[in-house]
């Protein structure tokens, strides 16, 4: 029920890459009132590639986009 920063993907027991390429990962949860309702989700094949800054920026593009997709996702059942 949070934010994810993965400097090295190498290091994480039962780690499940997308791509044999991808060495860190950053996943930043999308909510509306308080209930998760999508991820912005972004690999990267270089060790240690997101900050903190990068974080803080998909939670506000997060921020924004939340109610949309609380909407669509009840739109179409999986609200």
């Given at each position: 029920?949070r934010?994810?920063?993965i400097?090295?993907v190498?290091e994480?027991?039962n780690?499940?890459?997308c791509s044999?390429?991808?060495r860190?990962?950053?996943?930043?949860?999308?909510?509306?009132?308080g209930?998760?309702?999508?991820?912005?989700?972004?690999?990267?094949?270089?060790?240690?590639?997101?900050t903190?800054e990068?974080e803080?920026?998909l939670?506000?593009?997060?921020?924004?986009?939340s109610?949309?997709?609380a909407?669509?996702?009840?739109?179409?059942?999986?609200?």
């Amino acid at each position: 029920d949070r934010n994810q920063v993965i400097e090295d993907v190498r290091e994480v027991e039962n780690y499940l890459a997308c791509s044999i390429h991808t060495r860190s990962e950053l996943v930043v949860l999308i909510r509306d009132a308080g209930k998760i309702v999508g991820e912005f989700d972004i690999d990267s094949d270089t060790v240690g590639a997101f900050t903190q800054e990068d974080e803080a920026v998909l939670e506000e593009m997060g921020a924004l986009i939340s109610g949309r997709v609380a909407s669509l996702a009840s739109s179409y059942g999986s609200g």
